[in-house]
């Protein structure tokens, strides 16, 4: 290999192996010279699979500009146009499309190379990534990072909340505590808590329509829901009007407290809510399942192992709160 190889940035947040290089052959004719910028390769895996330069800059942390730049800089090095526009996103070239197993390839021993030093870290301190829901994250991570900061005040955390499922595999994220469990064999999951739920209504929409007796009989109601896969247990609803769909727990107990339709809501969240009410409270709650999940390399981290101790703790505090045990009379609906 001619040349010197560039040096990379000891951080936790991006580095390659020092063995790992893609080649780039401009020609049969012509010496392969080692690419070995790492940063240029991940941004061209991340716009390769985002598809557009500003969610890759969000993967990445960084600005959709620093992305086109780094983009730029790899074309112009490989003497290649890796991307083209089609409408609005980026798609591979035919020429880049040979490039994609080898960059991929260089990504998963970078990213095994990390976890295995991730895995040896002992030290509690440093950056923790940590992805959730937003009420996931009101209701347990953020008393737990609380408790972590009193015992543990230089570990840094970088929180990441919504419906996106950042990819633990990759590195996105250290930690996710979630609703739904992983199938992918290199994480490690396990259940943290339990959700009670059950049907609601507001005040002024049972003002408006008649109280259905049973979920069995929802004709001429209006009915929303959570996004499809986002919780473990399911109910048949016959003749009902699905209006509405969302992937954020909070905006379904904002529709239904609207008056918008008829919804199955976390108690924990419902319950609280003044303009709300349960439909048949003598029914069984339904439950979904809280998960804790992370990369079998990392769980011996000093800093995961301290906030999944914490986290622990804050989930057996929460647990009567969130499975709604009974701890006193529960609100009915006016004709119940």
Not at 201 to 207: F, P, V
Not at 326 to 335: I, K, L, M, N, Y
């Amino acid at each position: 290999m001619e040349g010197p190889a560039r040096r990379f940035p000891c951080c936790m947040d991006a580095w390659p192996p020092p063995w790992v290089a893609l080649y780039s052959c401009r020609g049969t004719m012509q010496k392969c010279t080692p690419m070995t910028d790492w940063e240029e390769i991940r941004t061209f895996l991340a716009v390769m699979r985002s598809g557009t330069l500003a969610s890759a800059g969000r993967v990445l942390g960084v600005d959709y500009t620093t992305v086109g730049r780094r983009v730029r800089a790899l074309e112009a090095e490989l003497g290649l146009t890796l991307f083209e526009r089609v409408r609005d996103r980026y798609v591979l070239t035919e020429a880049a499309e040979g490039l994609r197993e080898a960059a991929e390839r260089m990504e998963e021993g970078a990213l095994a190379l990390e976890r295995l030093a991730l895995g040896a870290d002992r030290t509690v301190s440093g950056l923790l990534r940590v992805t959730t829901t937003d009420a996931l994250a009101r209701a347990l991570v953020l008393p737990a990072l609380e408790t972590l900061h009193e015992r543990h005040p230089d570990i840094r955390v970088h929180l990441l909340t919504g419906g996106a499922r950042l990819d633990i595999v990759r590195r996105e994220a250290d930690v996710a505590v979630r609703y739904v469990r992983p199938d992918a064999g290199e994480l490690v999951s396990r259940r943290l808590a339990r959700v009670a739920a059950t049907f609601y209504a507001s005040r002024e929409y049972l003002a408006r329509r008649p109280v259905p007796s049973r979920p069995t009989s929802l004709r001429g109601h209006d009915v929303v829901a959570p996004e499809e896969g986002m919780r473990s247990w399911s109910r048949p609803l016959p003749d009902a009007r699905h209006v509405l769909r969302t992937n954020n727990m909070s905006t379904l107990v904002q529709a239904v407290s609207l008056g918008i339709g008829i919804g199955a809501l976390h108690c924990w969240m419902a319950d609280s809510q003044p303009e709300l009410v349960r439909l048949w409270p003598d029914e069984p709650l339904e439950h979904d399942d809280v998960y804790l999940v992370l990369h079998h390399d990392v769980q011996r981290t000093g800093r995961v192992r301290a906030f999944v101790e914490a986290l622990e703790e804050c989930a057996s505090e929460a647990a009567p709160m969130l499975e709604a045990r009974p701890s006193g009379t529960s609100r009915r609906h006016p004709d119940g």
